[in-house]
């Protein structure tokens, strides 16, 4: 069983240039979640979607985009990056109901330039 | 708003010393509380987690944290540190009153281990 599963594991990226970081999980969590880390700050809720068919803003959400077309799936996408999305991008999923616990995928590490 | 914070961004110890790692919860309710563990280029791990069945907490590896509602507090210890622990640990709080598992985390504190 892998779990949760990212990709690309790093990338870097001109500026200006559209990105997608795909996950996907084999679990069949009904919540899925992307956070982004930056040093100092911790982790930062992008978006999230408590069930496939709907997604939700977090914290930081400007700049990025999500869909849940599926269960499994859970893509992010940068439609212009700019150098402030350079950062490590974790996907996380869950059960869903509060207080179960996140799943984290290894994360994807992206520059951009 | 819930908020959590992590005293120390950086905390050294001796192995076989005690490890404390501190974390300070705001909420206006009983939250949900979590510790996991990074080690680097990994992802997160669950260490355990609070979910008021139980004050005290054991998780994996030895360690373990306190729920002190009185203190707003879910500090985490291990008796004993050992080289392996070295890793960054981030506290995180959830909504017990919603029907969403959102986490909101602390900024992590960097454990280093000394021989």
């Known amino acids: 069983i892998a779990g949760i599963t990212q990709a690309p594991t790093s990338q870097i990226l001109a500026a200006g240039r559209r990105m997608t970081l795909r996950c996907t999980q084999d679990m069949r969590h009904n919540a899925m979640y992307w956070y982004r880390q930056d040093l100092g700050l911790g982790l930062r809720l992008i978006h999230y979607s408590n069930t496939a068919g709907t997604t939700g803003k977090g914290e930081v959400p400007d700049g990025y985009s999500v869909s849940r077309a599926n269960t499994d799936d859970f893509p992010l996408t940068l439609a212009s990056a700019v150098p402030s999305q350079t950062s490590v991008y974790f996907c996380?999923?869950?059960?869903?109901?509060?207080?179960?616990?996140?799943?984290f995928g290894p994360g994807t590490r992206l520059t951009v330039l | 708003a819930q908020s959590v914070t992590q005293l120390g961004s950086h905390v050294s110890v001796s192995e076989g010393a005690l490890v404390l790692l501190r974390c300070n919860y705001s909420s206006s309710v009983p939250p949900y509380l979590f510790w996991y563990v990074q080690y680097p280029n990994q992802g997160l791990q669950l260490l355990l987690k609070?979910?008021?069945?139980?004050?005290l907490v054991k998780g994996i590896n030895g360690f373990e944290a306190e729920f002190k509602k009185s203190e707003t507090s879910f500090h985490l210890t291990k008796p004993s540190a050992h080289m392996s622990d070295a890793a960054e640990y981030f506290c995180?709080?959830?909504?017990?009153?919603?029907?969403?598992?959102?986490?909101?985390f602390g900024t992590g504190t960097l454990l280093a281990v000394q021989p």
């Open positions: 609070y979910t008021s069945a139980a004050t």
């Open positions: 995180a709080v959830s909504d017990r009153s919603g029907a969403t598992n959102k986490l909101i």
């Open positions: 996380a999923s869950s059960p869903g109901l509060a207080g179960n616990e996140q799943f």
